[in-house]
């Protein structure tokens, strides 16, 4: 099984058998919140009738459509409502089916498009220590989570050179939204082009908010800065917004949020829901016209999946599109709820920090000494038997409720983790 402790898991399965709304249904037939909107994926709930109906009625009109010299319809109007969504029309989307394809299709966009423009030596990529940015071979090697790479290290791509993250608790610990200290780490990206030269330099990326890594919220003007920087180099930025892309931060992308326009931006998961498999890349019309070039009968940009724009996929993205404009208010108007009841944590046992951005948040807990990564584990445990299913990574316990959850439920979500810490912190 994908990150799972499998040999406690087969002693210890957890079967979640159905979903609607904002719970899951386990096989012993309890009822918990999804307070991580599934795995950052779900926010419009579980099941909504609206892409239920529309995934039931494709599948019945078009299965599948070879997206290789053939097209469907749906696939070029999704694009076109994606780019409108991000502020970008005449921009171009190239569809994947996960953040990983999406990470791997923004950086062979990259490097192929210096090399058309005939700046081949710019092949080089910036990432950032403790990103994520899937598990494909580009992914994980611009990304900087070390459990995901030492194992794989032979197999990395070369060329790949990190900025250091963003997170110092010693300096911003409980932040509310974003820390005011540490915009000067956006300039170690001067140092980098420094050392290796702006003309082997393809692309930087970045989450805009690192979140699997735990709800890591850039520093005030820390994106501005890069962006500066890249343009004054001819770099490209590309923001990884699977997580927050479609909402997470109350705004449509995290580009938005922050007043920030990327050369790139990839996305996935809630751009359906999660309903169907689908990703995808946002693409400056500049990049895209680039390729544009030789005969019309050639393929200019050798690259695609089997299922990119698959029919079922796109038509519950359509589906959830139409929902997003009464969710995304709403989504914004919980923010500062869930903020408050996040904070309201400190100085409550085990917790060593709080942070929150949009609508996710995090928390921190003391590590048992000499086993890292259990006591977040046994605090999750703790939870879940109390009705509430978190995510947990190395010592930190993270928070991203469905955009339709109420008050009243992000308010239940939050006693329900105060009591799961006071109960694993009397384990002992």
């Not at 053939?70 to 076109?80: Q, S, T, V």
């Not at 990395?156 to 974003?178: A, C, N, W």
């Not at 009968?297 to 796109?314: D, K, M, N, Q, R």
Request: hydrophobic share 45%; net charge neutral.
């Amino acid at each position: 099984m994908p990150f799972t402790h499998n040999r406690f898991f087969k002693n210890h399965p957890r079967l979640i058998t159905a979903a609607e709304g904002a719970y899951y249904t386990l096989s012993d037939g309890r009822r918990v919140f999804d307070a991580l909107s599934g795995l950052w994926c779900c926010p419009l709930g579980h099941s909504p009738r609206a892409i239920v109906e529309a995934v039931q009625q494709q599948v019945a009109k078009l299965d599948f459509s070879p997206s290789f010299q053939m097209g469907h319809p749906a696939a070029f109007h999704l694009a076109e409502r994606i780019t409108t969504l991000a502020k970008r029309e005449g921009d171009k989307v190239f569809l994947v089916n996960s953040g990983s394809e999406a990470v791997d299709t923004a950086l062979k966009i990259a490097v192929a498009y210096h090399r058309a423009r005939g700046e081949a030596s710019r092949t080089r990529i910036i990432g950032r220590e403790r990103a994520y940015h899937g598990v494909g071979m580009g992914g994980i090697s611009v990304g900087g989570i070390p459990a995901n790479r030492k194992m794989f290290a032979p197999l990395m791509i070369p060329g790949v050179d990190h900025l250091p993250h963003t997170f110092e608790p010693s300096k911003m610990g409980y932040s509310r939204g974003q820390p005011e200290w540490g915009l000067h780490l956006a300039d170690e990206l001067e140092r980098l082009v420094a050392l290796h030269d702006a003309s082997n330099i393809a692309a930087v990326i970045v989450e805009p908010m690192q979140g699997s890594t735990g709800v890591i919220v850039p520093p005030k003007g820390y994106l501005q800065r890069l962006r500066e920087i890249c343009t004054r180099h001819g770099i490209l930025l590309i923001f990884d917004e699977v997580i927050t892309g479609f909402g997470r931060l109350g705004t449509p992308f995290a580009a938005d949020f922050f007043a920030v326009r990327p050369d790139m931006i990839t996305f996935a998961k809630a751009v359906n829901n999660a309903a169907v498999p689908l990703g995808g890349v946002i693409v400056d019309q500049a990049i895209h016209d680039a390729f544009m070039t030789g005969p019309d009968h050639l393929i200019e940009f050798f690259h695609g999946y089997t299922y990119s724009g698959h029919p079922l996929a796109v038509a519950a993205a359509h589906a959830a599109l139409d929902l997003l404009p009464t969710a995304l208010p709403h989504a914004a108007s919980l923010s500062p709820v869930l903020e408050d009841c996040v904070h309201s944590l400190r100085g409550e046992p085990l917790v060593t920090d709080i942070r929150n951005l949009g609508l996710a948040a995090a928390i921190d807990v003391a590590p048992v000494p000499g086993m890292p990564a259990l006591r977040a584990f046994q605090v999750f445990e703790q939870a879940l038997q109390r009705g509430l299913m978190l995510r947990f990574t190395g010592e930190t316990l993270a928070m991203a409720p469905p955009f339709i959850s109420t008050i009243d439920e992000i308010k239940e979500m939050t006693e329900t983790l105060r009591e799961a810490l006071r109960a694993t912190a009397a384990l002992g």
